[in-house]
């Protein structure tokens, strides 16, 4: 047999738009697809501390070795500690050490070791609960290695809040020691997050029926910071639950292309934690051999300084205050300026670098086409593309398609 019975795979709607986008060459363009930190003039934006990072490493040279299996050790000891937090409990535990962490080909590679090791080394028969929408990778990463996605409400759509209440009932009837996709932080794509008292009544159902949580960490951060981003997860290891943490470098470190992250699995000991290790050993060892080296040296040059670290954390900051500035921006044009039907309340209590907005398929295709701003076709926009140039319009033209209904 030959290759000719090979068909195309399904489409990348992001891909898809990232390429019309990239290629609309109007003065007018938004592009506010693709989920990067954009600056105000809608490039990419690096941060001072990695550059400070990136010196640091040319001046030491370290040379291009091959790292170990399971990647860096020193960035391992501290993306872990970012995730856990340096005084935690959690912490404490992984001095024993009773969490596995291995790095990964960034978030992406995370879940994907997650959803290969449930598959290799609990059960394939394992039911995986994700609420929608949301990203869409979950899906083909667990169909990629024959685990089952069950999908449930994750928003109240009239509200356009976190569906608290169904999400419960899903954790109190699923199957026992089932696993539960829940992004930590800064949820994509609607930007709604459980509360702290919410996610404590999650994680205590969570403990009850003997569930696994994989928290997906893709933003921790640009939230409302580096610890109080990480409540859930803190909070389920407090409670001592067995857990996967898929971390991502992508976003908060505007280190996109290095795919530089991390998996930690939690553990009920440091036994345990020595098998899962090793399991994880044998998966990266035959899908990738060895780790990327680069961005793991740059994030561990900025977590182990405690001068980088602050200028980190605050460069988060001022990302934070800009896109909470944003959000303010358009919903004060929506709302006072153009007076624009509907309820956009949901805008300035979003989280993250998104905004879900409440419009249809249609007008968001309409955007696209006819105004030249680049949103995918649920209504998520990158609310770090807007700035003051183009809020007005971007309000405008929303305002316009919202009316021509
Ligand atoms: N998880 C979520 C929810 C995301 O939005 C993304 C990226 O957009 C990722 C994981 C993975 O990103 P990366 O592979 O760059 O870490």
Redesign the pocket.
């Given at each position: 047999m030959g290759f000719e019975h090979i068909q195309p795979g399904p489409p990348d709607p992001m891909y898809t738009l990232k390429y019309k986008a990239d290629n609309d060459t109007s003065s007018e363009k938004v592009d506010l697809g693709v989920?990067i930190y954009r600056d105000e003039e809608g490039h990419y934006q690096g941060l001072e501390s990695v550059k400070q990072a990136e010196s640091e490493l040319f001046k030491a040279d370290p040379g291009h070795d091959y790292e170990m299996t399971t990647g860096n050790q020193d960035f391992l000891a501290q993306a872990s500690q970012t995730v856990f937090g340096k005084k935690s409990i959690a912490f404490d535990k992984l001095t024993v050490p009773q969490v596995a962490s291995v790095q990964t080909?960034?978030?992406?590679?995370?879940?994907h070791l997650a959803a290969l090791f449930i598959a290799q080394c609990m059960s394939s028969k394992t039911a995986v609960y994700v609420g929608v929408p949301?990203?869409g990778?979950y899906r083909p990463a667990m169909e990629l290695v024959g685990l089952r996605q069950l999908e449930y409400p994750y928003l109240d759509e009239e509200t356009r809040t976190f569906d608290h209440e169904t999400t419960l009932e899903v954790i109190r009837t699923a199957e026992p020691s089932s696993v539960f996709v829940l992004?930590a932080c800064?949820?994509?794509p609607t930007a709604c997050d459980p509360t702290p008292a919410q996610w404590e009544e999650i994680i205590e159902l969570l403990h009850a029926g003997k569930h696994i949580p994989l928290f997906?960490?893709?933003?921790q951060g640009l939230g409302d910071g580096i610890d109080e981003d990480a409540y859930a997860v803190r909070a389920a290891a407090r409670k001592g639950l067995n857990m996967f943490v898929?971390q991502?470098?992508?976003?908060n470190m505007a280190l996109?292309g290095e795919?530089?992250?991390a998996l930690h699995v939690a553990c009920e000991s440091s036994a345990v934690a020595a098998n899962v290790h090793d399991r994880l050993r044998c998966l990266l060892r035959w899908e990738v051999s060895s780790a990327p080296i680069y961005g793991s040296r740059l994030a561990n040059i900025v977590l182990q300084n405690d001068e980088l670290k602050q200028t980190w954390e605050a460069e988060l900051g001022t990302m934070r205050k800009r896109l909470g500035q944003l959000r303010r921006q358009l919903f004060i044009l929506l709302t006072e300026k153009f007076q624009t039907p509907g309820d956009w309340t949901h805008i300035t209590r979003e989280k993250g670098l998104f905004s879900y907005l409440k419009i249809s398929r249609k007008q968001c295709i309409i955007l696209v086409d006819e105004h030249h701003i680049y949103l995918p076709e649920n209504g998520r926009i990158n609310v770090s593309g807007l700035n003051s140039q183009n809020v007005m319009r971007v309000a405008q033209a929303i305002d316009s398609i919202v009316r021509d209904e």
């Open positions: 989920g080909i960034s978030g992406t590679g995370a879940v949301t990203w990778n992004q800064c949820h994509n997906d960490m893709a933003y898929c991502s470098f992508s976003k996109y795919r530089c992250g």
